[in-house]
């Protein structure tokens, strides 16, 4: 008595094959994105805040043009004193 092969050796692989689906199609159209004004401020405020972190914290050129200007006692007048005392104001808060 021969018994002869009816499928294959592995019955897994004729499954394997039928279940082979198709590739998806890629659309030819292009890909875009949109984003909020919300995300376009933050963007705007992390890349200022990161150029504030990389600046150095004292410039030395603004520091010598100061005390050049300073040095020279035509520079202190009314003005320039006036002036001094309304930014100091200001920046403590003081009316």
Same mark, same amino acid.
């Given at each position: 008595m021969t018994i002869e092969r009816i499928g294959p050796i592995d019955p897994v692989q004729s499954v394997k094959k039928a279940q082979k689906g198709e590739r998806t199609k890629r659309s030819e159209g292009s890909d875009s994105i949109s984003l909020s004004a919300e995300a376009k401020s933050k963007a705007e405020v992390?890349?200022?805040?990161?150029?504030?972190?990389?600046?150095?914290? *004292?410039?030395?050129?603004? +520091? =010598? !043009?100061?005390?050049?200007? #300073?040095?020279?006692?035509?520079? *202190?007048?009314?003005?320039? +004193? =006036? !002036?001094?005392?309304?930014? #100091?104001?200001?920046?403590?808060? *003081?009316s």
């Open positions: 992390y890349k200022a805040l990161e150029m504030a972190k990389s600046a150095p914290d *004292i410039r030395q050129d603004r +520091i =010598e !043009e100061v005390k050049k200007k #300073l040095q020279d006692p035509s520079y *202190i007048t009314e003005k320039v +004193i =006036e !002036e001094l005392a309304d930014r #100091l104001m200001e920046y403590f808060e *003081i």
